[in-house]
């Protein structure tokens, strides 16, 4: 079976490798993947927002099967126009996939629904929204309608922040279009867990629990970033937060989305706040997370390749989707300086990862048989073990043996998440 996989960062490389453990798989294409993906697929460098450069591949290649990753080709329907050329694809249709493209739907179907989420309101004009910015409480969360890299909703302290968020995203347009309309929402507070799930549409199975580091800097300080580095479980999420979950969010989401005419088939991620009141949905996203990927499919017993079919065929069962009891760690080694400007262009050292270890590469390139450091997060040292405790030594032990000029990594991965463990 040839697969194609959209896409280029270190979940896309995680996700490859997890494929690449079924001996029905031949070949793996990656567009546009990246220089350590290249180690085990063929990357070729169409964009994963080319959806015409996509198609025109997939004519001349035909692929068997494909997984579309990132949310902006999965928003722009990509898996609608692979399906219509033939190719059988993991990832929902564009219909589904607005659950992340467009928050003011995903908030609108949660209040319809009964799901809980925080209180929120939306506004199309930044006048009545800096004027009911007025009375509201602080902190107070402005966020962008659509896509943004991560970076549309800003948590605001004051009346001036507020204003100075709205102008920005309506009137100056930093996210561009996505800004058009904004919400304002109820600040929650509690533990943030991100669940991500497989679905067939109607079945839903949640996968290990995760948590991503965000902020740039240790103790969760500086600016946001697309993920600092993950571990798995995560030690809020008890049995009784995930039973309620279950009952109170995931199977009400799948259920809105059929029933709307709207089946999500793929992976859905649920970004969750254990509030006082109980679990809340803080966002959905339609996609594998990024670095959460890293962490949870290291720890998929089951096979990753049947359990996308059936996804996509609407197959989907429960004991289909196993994992190991053990603990992962995920430790991003990013270029100095990220998320703001940095440098890129050196060389990478990497050992080989031993039996309980991986290193997903995410933002480099091949020059000259050499591995050169070529964005952002440049990769993620993954280990896992029995307890977490040993993930995380196990991530920063093989973080050492890496090395590229301008490297920065959190050295507190996992801190919070053993804090919590001691309690
Ligand atoms: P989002 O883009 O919706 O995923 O939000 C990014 C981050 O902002 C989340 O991971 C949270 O840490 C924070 N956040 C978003 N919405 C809220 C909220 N209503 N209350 C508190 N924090 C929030
Ligand atoms: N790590 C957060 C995300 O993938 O959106």
């Not at 102008?167 to 347009?173: G, H, L, Y």
């Not at 969750?272 to 996203?285: F, R, S």
């Amino acid at each position: 079976m040839n697969i194609l996989v959209i896409g280029g960062g270190g979940r896309e490389h995680a996700v490859i490798k997890t494929l690449k453990k079924n001996k029905s798989v031949e070949k793996v294409f990656c567009l546009p993947g990246n220089g350590g993906i290249a180690r085990d697929a063929e990357c070729f460098p169409v964009k994963a927002t080319d959806i015409g450069g996509i198609l025109a591949f997939a004519k001349e290649h035909a692929p068997d099967f494909a997984v579309v990753t990132p949310d902006d080709p999965l928003v722009l329907g990509c898996v609608d126009e692979l399906e219509k050329i033939g190719v059988p694809c993991f990832g929902p249709h564009k219909n589904a996939a607005i659950l992340e493209g467009s928050k003011v739907f995903s908030k609108a179907l949660m209040q319809k629904y009964g799901i809980p989420t925080a209180k929120s309101r939306v506004f199309e004009d930044a006048a009545e929204a800096i004027s009911y910015l007025k009375a509201h409480p602080y902190p107070a969360v402005v966020k962008a309608d659509g896509l943004a890299l991560g970076k549309g909703a800003l948590i605001v302290n004051s009346f001036e922040e507020a204003t100075k968020a709205v102008e920005d995203m309506m009137v100056k347009r930093v996210f561009g279009e996505s800004g058009a309309r904004i919400l304002v929402e109820e600040f929650l507070e509690g533990p943030e867990v991100s669940v991500l799930s497989f679905t067939d549409g109607k079945t839903v199975v949640p996968m290990v629990s995760s948590m991503d580091h965000k902020r740039a800097g240790d103790g969760d300080t500086g600016l946001n970033t697309g993920g600092m580095g993950t571990i798995a479980p995560n030690p809020y999420y008890t049995e009784e937060v995930a039973k309620r979950c279950m009952e109170e969010i995931f199977l009400p989401t799948v259920r809105a989305m059929q029933k709307e005419g709207r089946p999500f088939r793929g992976c859905l991620y649920f970004g969750l706040m254990l509030t006082k009141e109980g679990p809340k949905v803080i966002e959905y996203n339609c996609r594998f997370g990024d670095p959460e990927t890293q962490v949870v499919l290291p720890l998929l017993e089951s096979d990753l390749l049947t359990i996308l079919l059936a996804c996509r065929n609407g197959t989907l069962s429960e004991d289909m989707v196993k994992f190991s009891g053990g603990a992962a760690c995920c430790v991003v080694l990013a270029s100095k300086g990220y998320p703001k400007a940095y440098e890129t262009g050196f060389e990478i050292s990497l050992p080989e990862a031993g039996e309980r270890e991986e290193i997903f590469v995410a933002g480099a390139k091949l020059e000259g048989g050499k591995l050169l450091s070529a964005g952002g997060r440049v990769l993620g040292a993954v280990a896992t073990a029995e307890t977490l405790k040993e993930a995380i030594s196990g991530a920063y032990a093989l973080s050492e043996k890496i090395s590229f000029a301008n490297a920065y990594k959190r050295t507190d991965i996992g801190a919070r998440a053993m804090a919590a463990l001691e309690e």
